[in-house]
């Protein structure tokens, strides 16, 4: 039985994929933060009690600030495979704990290459890089696109990726970078702005909200479904050799697009509902990123099963039935918190 360890395994994309190992057959192993309030909601209909001999999914304390535990679970754990997708992965909350964002984005990766280097034990690891490194470059982006980061979120990213690199080079890790461009799903975070949309819309279409409250109308991106790009991941990681990947769609679509398509979906005119809040706003901003994931479909045949209008029905249908949860509980008399937030 192959075993995984994930940093990250509580957020969106840590979930899908220990979905994907566990059918898979894996024993998976995720790295969760202590706090006061349990964040494993999108990992929940996989956990089973550890007495349980057949449970194969395993959560363990730690932190991507601390080296030393990083080392003791690698050693004790001796994964087959990493997959580190733990991050302050928010791109404006970046520009207000850019310490923080380099600390944990960037250094984290480098703990975990150390933990590898240093209990000498044989992994393959994946680096979740991100299509933020490329910032302001011209699109289409591919792995021969120059960086030009915009953000510190995206600066710390560009020296997880070169770190990942460095490490392959000088000390024979197997370490790839995936270098993903946005993917959404119903488990996005509600303060990602496709997630904000959706999760608004919705509670608009009910009553339980009147307005939303949105930055930048006019970037573009290239999105896609998050469980298809975690497949990527996978793929990536059961190649000979160590390689670096874009995984996009080739598709590009504004903010504004999304949401008008959103509100049209539900019957609404997002023009009466959407206000642009410059609070929103990056200092630096990033206009437009669109994927040229070729390279992946030629050497392991990747490509995205879900479209766009897919992506935008499903997220749609997960997020009004939240709202017909949240109404009913309304009606009852308990009270629902929709209220905004400035990030």
Not at 11 to 36: C, N
Not at 295 to 307: E, S, V, Y
Request: proline residues 3%.
């Amino acid at each position: 039985m192959k075993k995984a360890f994930l940093t990250g395994i509580t957020g969106q994309d840590g979930s899908y994929l220990a979905e994907l190992l566990l059918g898979k057959g894996y024993e998976v192993h995720g790295l969760i933060r202590r706090s006061s309030t349990f964040n494993t909601d999108r990992i929940d209909h996989l956990y089973h009690d550890f007495h349980d001999p057949d449970t194969r999914l395993f959560l363990h304390y730690g932190d991507l600030s601390v080296s030393g535990q990083l080392m003791d679970l690698l050693h004790s754990i001796t994964p087959d495979e990493i997959y580190h997708l733990g991050a302050q992965s928010h791109v404006r909350v970046s520009f207000d704990m850019p310490e923080y964002t380099g600390d944990i984005t960037g250094m984290g990766t480098l703990r975990i290459l150390e933990a590898i280097r240093k209990t000498g034990i044989k992994t393959k690891f994946y680096q979740a890089s991100s299509s933020e490194m490329f910032g302001a470059a011209a699109p289409p982006q591919s792995e021969k696109t120059i960086f030009q980061p915009r953000s510190p979120y995206a600066a710390a990213k560009v020296y997880a990726y070169y770190i990942a690199q460095n490490y392959r080079d000088a000390y024979g890790i197997f370490a790839s970078n995936g270098i993903l461009f946005n993917h959404e799903s119903p488990r996005r975070g509600e303060t990602f702005v496709t997630r904000k949309i959706t999760r608004a819309a919705t509670q608009i279409k009910l009553g339980l909200k009147e307005k939303l409250y949105l930055g930048n109308l006019d970037s573009k991106r290239d999105w896609g479904f998050a469980g298809d790009y975690v497949e990527a991941m996978w793929m990536m990681l059961q190649q000979e050799k160590p390689d670096d990947f874009v995984i996009a769609t080739g598709e590009t679509h504004s903010v504004r697009e999304f949401a008008e398509k959103v509100f049209a979906k539900l019957g609404l005119d997002y023009n009466k509902y959407v206000i642009v809040d410059q609070r929103y706003f990056r200092p630096t901003e990033v206009d437009v990123l669109l994927g040229d994931s070729a390279k992946a479909k030629l050497i392991f045949g990747w490509q995205p099963k879900i479209n766009f209008e897919n992506l935008i029905d499903m997220m749609i249908a997960a997020d009004l039935e939240l709202a017909k949860k949240e109404k009913t509980l309304v009606e009852a008399g308990f009270a629902c918190n929709s209220s905004e937030r400035i990030i």
